[in-house]
Antibody, heavy 123, light 108 residues
């Protein structure tokens, strides 16, 4: 069974750093792109970026470039999303999601999603 | 960046009736369009991809159509579990993928 299991909720102060995780199981982790999606409270879905764990090729949305870092450790089948200095506006639910097809640099939707990690940034 | 626009923002429909949701792209995305359903407190769920292909396990009452810039999600006979927020997503020109702002389907 394919699963993406994300790390638990976080409460942080502005200026702190944070790294959240997304662990894949039940499939070949290195063969599928993993994307990250933000959902601010009561709002819609925003695509942040994506990584191919096989070679760590990473792409970012212009809106998030320089604001976050996406990485992966294929030895433990885990992708990461990290911030070096959080802001209150980073308060949101963050989802990881897997591309439908393996090995592909072509168009792909997301078929499996993590349960989400709620990040709250407040002084 | 391609902008996806969904309409209406909120749709009120009675159980058993048909619901039609629309999504428009600011430029052609071919058939690289997906629909997701999101219920409160849950992650999005893939319903339709390739504009018209149902994802695994999705009931036949869900159907998608369109290509280029105009797309439609139709739910033929609404069940109680279908009331949720629906998002379209283009994945033709990435990065970035882009989502519409969502349509809330509510019980009339």
């Amino acid at each position: 069974e394919v699963q993406l299991v994300q790390s638990g909720a976080e409460v942080k102060k502005p200026g702190e750093s944070l790294k959240i995780s997304c662990k894949g199981s039940g499939y070949s982790f290195t063969s599928y792109w993993i994307g990250w999606v933000r959902q601010m409270p009561g709002k819609g879905l925003e695509w942040m970026g994506i990584i191919y764990p096989g070679d760590s090729d990473t792409r970012y949305s212009p809106s998030f470039q320089g604001q976050v870092t996406i990485s992966a450790d294929k030895s433990i089948s885990t992708a990461y999303l990290q911030w070096s200095s959080l802001k209150a506006s980073d308060t949101a639910m963050y989802y990881c999601a897997r591309h439908l097809s393996p090995y592909s640099y072509g168009p792909n939707p997301y078929d499996y999603w993590g349960q989400g990690t709620l990040v709250t940034v407040s002084s | 960046e391609i902008v996806m626009t969904q309409s209406p923002a909120t749709l009120s429909v009675s159980p058993g009736e048909r619901a039609t949701l629309s999504c428009r792209a600011s430029q052609s995305v071919s058939s690289n369009l997906a629909w997701y359903q999101q219920k409160p407190g849950q992650a999005p769920r893939l319903l339709i991809y390739g504009a018209s292909t149902r994802a695994t396990g999705i009931p036949a009452r869900f159907s998608g159509s369109g290509s280029g810039t105009e797309f439609t999600l139709t739910i033929s006979s609404l069940q109680s579990e279908d009331f949720a927020v629906y998002y379209c997503q283009q994945y033709n020109n990435w990065p970035p993928d882009t989502f519409g702002q969502g349509t809330k389907l509510e019980i009339k």
